[in-house]
């Protein structure tokens, strides 16, 4: 695995597991804000360093009337925001090159879609921000194939780059986790476990995404097992009323003991 580095206080790939969790996208400030507020108690309580995660723009709805969030100018002030008010590192997605500077005054670590994940226009300009950089694997693309997105991540002199596994398609409107992916994505850079969109249904739902959240602590469990650096989970209060993704969004009531769960598996994996 290559060398890990730090964003805030969290220090990614460094053989701590850390989280990155929070709503799939700002419905509301004030929501958002309450997301982050509930989520760092419970990692507060556990010792575990923590990554807000919200998107100021779905652009990649299924439906061209589903909610996509407040939009660039809005979302960057609602981000920068919340990580003055919390002092937590955020991550935020970018779907366009020309997104990227705006987005790097307020967020820490910018995530490209997986569906975007060989866009090199995109990745280098992110990149070239000197922020973190999170790339999905693509659902379509092979794990091994993953090191020519972090080559062009890296041709900008930024080594501040990780992947993060959210499985592959598997038929019409499924998704499957290969677990070889983690080791193999683990030899090119550090690697982070997407529980919830992995049990994504992708346009399953009449016009909207369903899912099986049932299984978010059975993946979570393997993933952790086979060694990864980190956790990404989309993390409602309300699931059934969220605006973008509920259907395979963990219950915030269930976070804590999830990762209490987690946490002991990682330390008994590492010999702790």
């Not at 694997?137 to 997105?149: E, T």
């Amino acid at each position: 695995m290559t060398q890990s580095f730090d964003v805030g206080p969290a220090r990614v790939g460094g053989g701590k597991l850390f989280l990155i969790a929070g709503p799939c996208v700002i419905e509301s400030e004030g929501h958002a804000r309450g997301m982050a507020d509930a989520i760092q108690r419970i990692t507060s309580d556990l010792g575990m360093p923590y990554v807000f995660k919200a998107s100021f723009d779905k652009a990649n709805r299924t439906s061209v009337t589903s909610f996509r969030g407040p939009g660039l100018s809005e979302g960057v002030r609602i981000l920068g925001g919340i990580a003055r008010a919390t002092g937590l590192p955020v991550l935020t997605d970018v779907h366009e090159a020309s997104q990227c500077e705006a987005v790097a005054e307020a967020a820490d670590i910018l995530q490209i879609p997986a569906f975007l994940c060989r866009q090199t226009d995109l990745v280098v300009a992110a990149a070239k921000t000197g922020r973190a950089v999170n790339i999905k694997k693509g659902q379509f693309v092979a794990p091994w194939d993953m090191k020519y997105s972090v080559e062009k991540a890296r041709s900008t002199g930024n080594e501040r780059v990780f992947l993060t596994e959210r499985g592959a398609s598997f038929g019409y409107n499924t998704l499957v986790v290969d677990m070889r992916s983690l080791a193999v994505m683990r030899g090119m850079a550090p690697v982070v476990f997407d529980g919830t969109h992995s049990v994504q249904q992708p346009s399953a739902a009449n016009g909207v995404s369903g899912g099986q959240p049932e299984f978010i602590p059975l993946l979570a469990r393997a993933a952790v097992a086979a060694g990864v650096d980190g956790l990404f989970l989309e993390v409602h209060d309300n699931p059934a009323q969220a605006r973008s993704d509920g259907a395979n969004a963990l219950d915030l009531k269930l976070l804590k003991p999830l990762l209490e769960r987690l946490l002991a598996i990682h330390a008994a994996a590492a010999g702790v």
